[in-house]
């Protein structure tokens, strides 16, 4: 079992969680309204998280292949630029990714470049979640067309 802490601060930010051997398949939006809101469902269960080996968050590059969008990049988000180009994410890789509940203490952060969606946040801007100490630890998606699901950043957040 792990708990996650704030690299900054040493704050437990989530209790203990177990360890998945992958990310479960992401789940597509099924129109579920969750407190007056739309998302799809978790991809992670309450108590889990999993190591995604996958690039997440900004910043963002076209796709190779951009005939092959949706089906070629499965994992989120990936965005169609104001040129018709289907970028996809060069972010960082190894992100720890959990139910957003699971961290129930981290509040939202609100940086420059990272409208957010209709229904919640949508994960192809900066980090927005950050422990009480002010230190930006992860990234939240939650709007309706992504996935729901909290990434922590590796460098931002301690392992015991």
């Known amino acids: 079992m792990t708990t996650f802490h704030c690299a900054a601060c040493g704050e437990a930010l989530t209790a203990a969680l177990e360890l998945l051997p992958a990310v479960?398949?992401?789940?597509?939006?099924?129109?579920?309204?969750?407190?007056?809101r739309r998302q799809a469902p978790p991809t992670m269960s309450r108590g889990h998280y999993a190591v995604d080996p996958e690039p997440h968050g900004p910043p963002f590059v076209p796709a190779e292949d951009q005939d092959g969008f949706p089906a070629a990049y499965p994992g989120g988000p990936c965005i169609s630029n104001?040129?018709?180009?289907?970028?996809?994410?060069?972010?960082?890789?190894?992100t720890f990714v959990l139910h957003p509940a699971d961290a129930p203490g981290l509040t939202w952060h609100s940086a420059p470049g990272g409208?957010?969606?209709?229904?919640?946040?949508?994960?192809?801007?900066?980090?927005?979640?950050?422990?009480?100490?002010?230190?930006?630890?992860?990234?939240?998606?939650?709007?309706?067309?992504?996935?729901?699901?909290?990434?922590l950043l590796p460098g931002a957040v301690r392992l015991v």
Not at 27 to 35: A, S
Not at 82 to 94: E, Q
């Open 115 to 151: 409208p957010p969606g209709c229904c919640g946040a949508p994960g192809d801007g900066p980090p927005n979640r950050a422990c009480p100490c002010g230190a930006v630890v992860g990234s939240e998606m939650s709007d309706c067309c992504t996935p729901y699901e909290l990434h």
């Open 82 to 94: 104001l040129d018709g180009l289907v970028v996809v994410s060069a972010g960082p890789r190894n």
């Open 24 to 36: 479960p398949a992401r789940h597509q939006f099924e129109g579920v309204l969750v407190d007056g």
